[in-house]
C-alpha cells in the first residue's frame, strides 16, 4: 500500500468531503494560499475557490462562532485552529453554543461542524504552544472527539468527523504531521467509537491515544524482549469511547496501563483508569496505572520539556513492574 | 408616525402581535410571583415594537437570534402561546421539549435559531447564518437581537469584522433599553454605540424603538438591501423595559426611579401609541382595539392553563438531544 505523511491524510480527506458534499467549506487564519502554518491545506482554495476556503482575520471567537450559525443553517463549516492551546479563546462559542444547541432545541437544532486543531509537545514551542487539551473538551457532553493516532486514522476519522451531525473536535498530533503511513487509496471512513487493537497480548493492556500510541507500541517491543506479551489499544475517539474493547482486553490481561499526553490529573488518563476499576475490578491483579502530561506548563528548554511527557521505557517498566507484581504496594 | 405599510391587515398584525407579547410577558410574570415557573426570567414588556417591527419584516424562513430576554422575539417570529408557556414551565410540549426553558426559547420551524443566555452569545451564530445564507445563494437575511450590555463583548467586533469584509446580510439590531442588569448604559459604553459599527464601514442607524411604524419601515428597507448584497448594517434601536431585569428584580430605586418608569409607560408605550395613530388614521376604532386586547389576553390564559395542566417530559428524555443520532447518549 501507499505510504502518505499525516499532513497529506489530512488534505485528502479535506478534498474528498468537499468534492462529495458542496455544502462542506473550510475556514480559519491562513488556511487558503499559505494552506496554514503546517502546510496542510495547501492546493485546496485553487481546487475550490476562496468562497469555500476561506482566511480569517485573527480572531477564533469569531470564526468558531460562526461556524456554529452555518452548521445550524444548512452547509457544513470544518474550522482550523491554528493551535490546540487557542481552545481557551473559543470555550463560549465550541461549549455553551455548539456543544448545547442540539440538546437546549430539544432536538431541533443541529450543529455539524468539526473543528480541526492539534495536541503535543517536544516542539520545543513552549507552554501556550505545546498543550494537549482534549480533555477539557471530552467534559463537556454534545461534543465528539477524536484522535487519530497517524495518517490512517487521520484520513479516516476527519471524513467521519464531516459527516457526523454533531459538533465533532479532532486533535491531530503536530509532531506527525510528516510521518508517513500507509493510507488506501480507495475512499474509507473509520467509525467513531470503535477503538483499533494494534498488538494482542495476554500479560498487560497498554491504552494509549494519539501520541501516545506510537510510545505504548514501542513500549510493547521492549516488554516482549522481557517475555511480557502487551496487548496495544488506541481509542481513536474518546467520545464516544469503545469502553467494551478496553474492559474485554483488561479482563483478559489483568492489569492496565493507560498513556495519554494531556496533563495527568483529571484527564483522560482518570477517565479510562476509572471505568476500568469500576467495571473491571475484580479482573484486576493490579492497580491500574497512568501516564499524562507532568502537571507543569510546558516548559521551553529542550532539557525540561523531554521530562514532561512519557516514553516507552517508562512505560514498559511500569508496566513490567505491573506484571512482577510489584506496584501491590505502590506509594 | 410614519406610514411603513398600507395595508390594513398588517397594521392589524402589527398590533396585534405587540398585545400578544405584552400578554405572554404578563401572564409569565403572574406565574413567576405565583411560584408556578421553575426558574426566573427576563421580561420584554415596554420594547414589542422593535421585535415586531423587525420580524414583520422577515419571512419565516429568515432567521433570528435572541437573548435572555427573548420571549417577545419568539413571539414576533410567529410562535404559538401553548408551546411557549409549555417551554417556561419545563413541559413536554414546549418548543425545545422542557429542555431550554426561558432563557433558550424558540420557535425553530420559524427561523429562530434560539434565545441565549452569555451576553453577546449569538453574534456569532447569527453572522454565520448569514455567511450560510450567502453561500447557498438563497437570498436570506439573519437578524442578530442583542441588548446594549452586549456590545461590550469583543466578539461583536470579530463578527462584524468579518461580516462587513464578506458583506454578509446580517442586520445587527442594538436593543438599546438604559441598561444592563442594574447599571445604567453610559456607565458601561465608552463612545457612541453606532459609531463602533461604522468603524468597521457599516451602515449604521438610530432610531426610536418605541415607533413600530418606523422600525418597520427601516428593516423593510434594510432588509431589502440585504436580499441584494448590500448587507451588513446596524440598527440602534431606543428603547425600555418595564420590568425589572428579571421578574425578581423588584426593588430597583436604586438604579432606576419610579417616575422615569412611569413617564416611560404614559408616554412612550409602543402599543397605546400605535393604538392612537391607527384611530387617529380611521384605520380601528376603540371597541376593535378593545376586541383585540380581550381576544389575545383570553388567549394567553387558556395557554397558560393548558400548559400547567400538560405534562413534564418522562425522565428517560434526560439523555435524548445529547447527539443527533444517537438516542439515549448514556443508554
Ligand atoms: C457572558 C455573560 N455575562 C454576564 C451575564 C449576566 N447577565 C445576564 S443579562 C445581563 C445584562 C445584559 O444587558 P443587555 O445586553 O443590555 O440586555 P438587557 O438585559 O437589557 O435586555 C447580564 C450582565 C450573562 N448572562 N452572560
Ligand atoms: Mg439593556
Redesign the pocket.
Given at each position: 500500500m501507499r505510504e502518505i505523511t499525516l499532513s497529506q491524510a489530512v488534505n485528502e480527506a479535506i478534498a474528498e468531503e468537499m468534492r462529495r458534499d458542496e455544502t462542506v467549506f473550510l475556514m480559519g487564519e491562513d488556511v487558503a494560499e499559505a494552506g496554514t502554518p503546517f502546510k496542510i491545506t495547501s492546493g485546496l482554495v485553487e481546487e475550490f475557490g476562496t468562497s469555500r476556503v476561506i482566511d480569517t482575520p485573527i480572531s477564533e471567537p469569531g470564526f468558531v462562532g460562526l461556524a456554529v450559525g452555518a452548521a445550524m443553517t444548512g452547509t457544513r463549516p470544518l474550522v482550523d485552529l491554528m493551535f490546540g492551546d487557542f481552545l481557551f479563546l473559543v470555550m463560549?462559542q465550541l461549549c455553551n453554543q455548539a456543544a448545547k444547541t442540539h440538546y437546549m432545541s430539544g432536538g431541533k437544532l443541529k450543529v455539524p461542524m468539526v473543528l480541526r486543531t492539534n495536541l503535543g509537545a517536544t516542539r520545543r514551542s513552549a507552554a501556550q504552544h505545546s498543550q494537549s487539551l482534549h480533555a477539557l473538551v471530552a467534559h463537556i457532553p454534545g461534543l465528539r472527539v477524536a484522535l487519530p493516532s497517524s495518517a490512517y486514522e487521520a484520513k479516516g476519522l476527519l471524513k467521519t468527523a464531516i459527516r457526523d451531525d454533531n459538533p465533532v473536535v479532532i486533535f491531530e498530533d503536530k509532531l506527525m504531521y510528516q510521518d508517513k503511513a500507509p493510507v488506501p487509496e480507495e475512499e474509507y471512513l473509520l467509525p467513531f467509537g470503535q477503538a483499533n487493537i494494534l498488538r494482542e497480548g495476554r500479560d498487560v493492556t497498554l491504552i494509549g491515544t494519539s501520541s501516545m500510541v506510537q510510545v505504548c507500541l514501542k513500549a510493547a517491543g521492549l516488554l516482549e524482549a522481557q517475555g511480557i506479551s502487551a496487548e496495544v489499544i488506541d481509542p481513536r475517539t474518546i467520545v464516544p469511547l469503545d469502553e467494551a474493547t478496553i474492559l474485554d482486553s483488561v479482563r483478559k490481561t489483568s492489569r492496565a496501563v493507560v498513556v495519554d499526553e494531556g496533563h495527568r490529573s483529571y484527564g483522560v488518563t482518570a477517565e479510562i483508569a476509572a471505568r476500568i476499576s469500576e467495571k473491571a475490578f475484580y479482573h484486576l491483579d493490579a492497580p491500574v496505572l497512568r501516564f499524562g502530561a507532568m502537571d507543569v506548563p510546558v516548559p521551553f528548554s529542550p532539557a525540561l520539556e523531554d521530562l514532561t511527557v512519557a516514553t516507552p521505557d517508562q512505560v514498559a517498566e511500569a508496566a513490567a513492574r505491573l506484571c512482577r507484581g510489584e506496584m501491590f504496594h505502590a506509594a | 408616525m410614519a406610514k411603513a405599510k398600507t395595508n390594513t391587515d398588517d397594521y392589524l398584525r402589527m398590533y396585534r402581535q405587540m398585545v400578544r407579547i405584552r400578554a405572554f410577558e404578563d401572564q409569565a410574570n403572574q406565574l413567576y410571583l405565583s411560584a408556578k415557573m421553575p426558574g426566573l426570567t427576563?421580561m420584554y414588556s415596554g420594547q414589542e415594537a422593535v421585535a415586531v417591527g423587525i420580524c414583520e419584516a422577515l419571512t419565516p424562513q429568515d432567521h433570528i437570534t435572541s437573548?435572555?430576554?427573548g420571549h417577545g422575539h419568539c413571539v414576533a417570529k410567529g410562535a404559538e402561546f401553548k408551546p411557549m408557556f409549555c417551554e417556561l414551565l419545563g413541559k413536554a410540549e414546549g418548543y425545545c421539549r422542557g429542555k431550554g426553558g426561558s432563557m433558550h426559547i424558540a420557535d425553530q420551524s420559524n427561523g429562530n435559531l434560539g434565545a441565549n443566555?452569555?451576553?453577546?452569545?449569538s453574534m456569532g451564530i447569527a453572522t454565520g447564518a448569514a455567511l450560510s445564507h450567502k453561500m447557498l445563494g438563497d437570498g436570506q437575511v439573519t437578524v442578530c437581537f442583542?441588548?446594549?450590555?452586549?456590545?461590550a463583548?469583543g466578539l461583536w467586533y470579530e463578527v462584524m469584522n468579518m461580516a462587513a469584509l464578506w458583506k454578509l446580510p446580517v442586520i445587527y439590531a442594538c436593543?438599546?433599553?438604559g441598561?444592563?442588569?442594574y447599571t445604567r448604559?453610559e456607565e458601561i459604553a465608552a463612545g457612541s454605540i453606532t459609531a463602533r459599527a461604522e468603524a468597521f464601514g457599516i451602515e449604521s442607524f438610530s432610531i426610536d424603538g418605541q415607533d413600530v411604524l418606523a422600525v418597520n419601515r427601516l428593516a423593510q428597507d434594510l432588509v431589502a438591501r440585504c436580499r441584494k448584497g448590500e448587507g451588513p448594517f446596524f440598527i440602534e434601536l431606543k428603547t425600555y423595559?418595564y420590568h425589572g431585569?428579571h421578574v425578581g428584580d423588584i426593588n430597583r430605586d436604586y438604579y432606576r426611579s419610579k417616575e422615569e418608569e412611569a413617564e416611560w409607560k404614559k408616554s412612550r408605550d409602543p402599543i397605546t401609541g400605535f393604538g392612537t395613530w391607527l384611530q387617529s388614521e380611521g384605520i380601528v376604532s376603540s371597541d376593535d382595539l378593545v376586541a383585540i386586547n380581550d381576544e389575545v389576553r383570553a388567549d394567553a390564559e387558556a395557554a397558560v392553563k393548558y400548559a400547567l395542566d400538560s405534562a413534564y417530559p418522562d425522565g428517560s428524555e434526560v439523555d435524548m438531544h445529547v447527539y443527533s443520532d444517537t438516542e439515549h447518549a448514556l443508554a
Open positions: 463560549d | 427576563h437573548t435572555h430576554r443566555a452569555i451576553v453577546g452569545g442583542f441588548g446594549d450590555g452586549a456590545t463583548q436593543e438599546n433599553n441598561y444592563s442588569e448604559t423595559r431585569h
